[in-house]
Nanobody
């Protein structure tokens, strides 16, 4: 059974940093695309960063230069390093995986974690 389990969220002051982790379990073959998404109450889920099976990365403009997506294949774990956090980064963050390619960025991935809350205060 496929499972994605996020961790690492929390509360931080503006300009602080957090690193999110997403442990993946149960995939019979390697997903073509994995990524991080976020959602605020009342808003649609939006993509933040994705990485494909070849290591190609796309990062949403509002977090470019501040957030870094990476993965450790040996540990089956996806990461999101978030630096210089802003109040507007506050959201529930989700990791997801799909067997389709990453491009163009979209939010209809097949497999999702339960989410981890990130709260940034001024």
């Amino acid at each position: 059974q496929v499972r994605l389990v996020e961790s690492g969220g929390g509360s931080v002051q503006a300009e602080g940093s957090l690193r999110l982790s997403c442990a993946t379990h149960g995939f019979s073959r390697w997903p073509s695309c994995k990524g991080w998404f976020r959602q605020e109450p009342g808003n649609e889920r939006e993509w933040v960063a994705v990485i494909d099976h070849a290591g190609r990365i796309s990062v949403e403009n509002s977090v470019k230069g501040r957030f870094t997506i990476s993965e450790d294949n040996a540990k089956n774990t996806l990461y999101l390093q978030m630096n210089s956090l802003k109040v507007e980064d506050t959201a529930m963050y989700y990791c997801a995986a799909d067997f389709r390619i990453c491009s163009p960025p979209r939010t209809d991935f097949a497999f999702w974690g339960q989410g981890t809350q990130v709260t940034v205060s001024s």
